[in-house]
Each structure stands twice: as C-alpha cells, then as structure tokens.
C-alpha cells in the first residue's frame, strides 16, 4: 500500500503515474478502516501518518521511539500522548483521526470522573447537620467512604477535590496529603476570605472539569458533589459531548436551577447525601489523622 503526501500530489501531478494518483484520490476522500489500520506494520504505519501530515519530524520520533503500529494507535488517549510529552496540536489531531478511523463513534466508557467542591459540601453540611440537630466541633469529611458510596462498584477515572483557605493549617495540610497519598487529587485554592460564595475555588472547578471533558477521548460519567449553580456551564458542555453527568449533595442548599434542568435531561441526575450524613461527616477532634 502506497500513501502519498496531499501537498506531493498537488504540487507536482504530472510527476505520479494513473495507479499512484487513484491511490490519492481514494486517500483524500475517504477514511482508512479500523481494520486496514490496525494491519497496517510498523514502516506502513510511518508513511500512513505522514500522508495524513500530523506534527513534525519530532512527534514522529516519539511514536517511534514508542513503538507504535496500526492496532497500538487505535488505543492512543490523551494522557498517553501528555505523558509522552507530545504537543497539543499534533496531539488534538491524534485524537481526530482515530474517532475519524474508528467511524466517528465516540464509545460510552462507563468510567467516573469525580469533583468534589469541598467547601460548599461543608458548609451546606452544617446547615443540615443544624436541621437535624447533630453536633460537631471541626468538621470533616470522609472522602474514603463519599468515594465509594458514589462509585457503587463503578470503575474509578479520577477523583479531584477543590478546597479554599485563608492560613495554613498543619492539621489540614496533614489531613490533604493523607489523601493524596490515597490517590486522591487536591486543588488548593487560596482565599483573601471566606465568603458564601468562593469564585475562584468555582472558576477552577469549572475550568478543570472542562479539561476532564478535553482530555478524555470517548465520554463516561461526570460526578459533580456540589449544590452551586456555578457549574451549569460545565453541566450543559458534558451532556453536548455525551457524557452522563451526576450531582451529588444535601437536599438543603441544592440549586433550583439543577432541578429544572434535571426534568428535561435524560443524562443529568440528582443523589442526594442526606441519609448518609453521619457517614461522610465526622468531627476531627475525636478522630486522629
């Protein structure tokens, strides 16, 4: 199989015989099949990429370098082409042409994706804990067991939490690097106060979801754990790129906007943490790090 460079063919036309410019025309029009790439070998797989012109001599290095041939490409993913350090560009047009090869289908994965707003769980937290007359000095919560009780035995993408303070802490910067240490991915956010509503900490919430929805290849589950309408955007964005997106939070302080979404779209819906606030919500001072 001969694959041709497209500026090759139109520079010079006359340069290539009747057979050669058939083989170009069929390359420009249509798509190769999964099939036809993934038996592609390794030098076949090299002259395939260059006649589709992705990234430089450099990103080809990599992939060389990475051992790459037609059935490997095809389970590409944006963290891989991020670990190998290949640029954005080259690495977007990565992505197009396997969802390209592979028919333009987006597979459902399944996987969650799990953001948690640790200040509003917090204090929407000890208004419920008011209703319901429990009492604790310094609240926390247990990411372990919100974790789980979301998960429900679902594969795990990546759990992130966004937090806010206005001083350093030693007990709770023990308390985020226990959970880092558990996997758990920490954003700090620092804040000149605490106000009711935190628009850093929701900005950076907001703009990190967006890259989940930018870095994962194929759409699977979004599990937002916060009540604030701030994140409709991020909301309506996921479910136009066929993500299913879950809220989690307390029944008090629960957005009005989500339940009138939520009427309309058959891939948002809403948990809510209530029955197991005793279980998510603990007081550190009768509990040791």
């Not at 948690?116 to 208004?127: A, C, H, I, K, P």
């Not at 992130?160 to 880092?180: Q, R, V």
């Not at 009540?227 to 299913?244: C, F, N, Q, S, T």
């Not at 197991?276 to 603990?282: A, C, F, N, R």
Request: charged fraction near 30%.
């Amino acid at each position: 199989m001969e694959w041709v460079r497209s500026q090759d063919w139109i520079a010079d036309p006359f340069s290539l015989d009747h057979n050669t410019i058939l083989i170009e025309v069929t390359a420009k029009c249509t798509s190769p099949t999964k099939v036809e790439v993934e038996s592609l070998n390794d030098q076949e797989f090299r002259e395939f990429l260059k006649s589709r012109n992705i990234g430089n001599e450099y990103v080809t290095n990599i992939i060389d370098k990475q051992k790459v041939n037609g059935k490997s490409f095809l389970s590409l993913n944006a963290e891989t082409l991020e670990r190998w350090e290949i640029p954005g560009g080259p690495a977007i047009e990565i992505e197009n042409l396997i969802i390209e090869i592979q028919g333009g289908k987006r597979s459902f994965t399944g996987k969650v994706n799990i953001i948690v707003d640790n200040s509003n769980l917090l204090e929407q937290g000890r208004e419920t804990m008011v209703k319901d007359s429990v009492k604790m000095k310094r609240l926390r919560i247990n990411f372990e067991v919100l974790q789980a009780l979301i998960l429900n035995q679902r594969e795990l993408d990546c759990s992130e939490i966004f937090c806010s303070y206005t001083s350093k802490s030693k007990n709770l910067d023990k308390f985020w690097a226990k959970l880092e240490y558990q996997n758990f991915v920490v954003h700090s956010i620092k804040q000149r106060s605490y106000t009711k509503r935190e628009k850093k900490l929701d900005t950076t919430l907001v703009v990190r979801g967006m890259r989940i929805l930018l870095r994962e290849r194929a759409p699977g589950i979004l599990a937002i754990v916060s009540g604030d309408a701030d994140y409709v955007p991020l909301i309506h964005e996921a479910l136009k790129e066929g993500w299913k997106v879950e809220l989690w939070f307390w029944s008090l302080g629960f957005a009005e906007e989500y339940k009138k979404i939520v009427k309309f779209e058959k891939s948002l819906s809403v948990h809510y943490l209530d029955d197991e606030l005793k279980d998510i919500l603990y007081d550190a001072t009768k509990r040791s790090l």
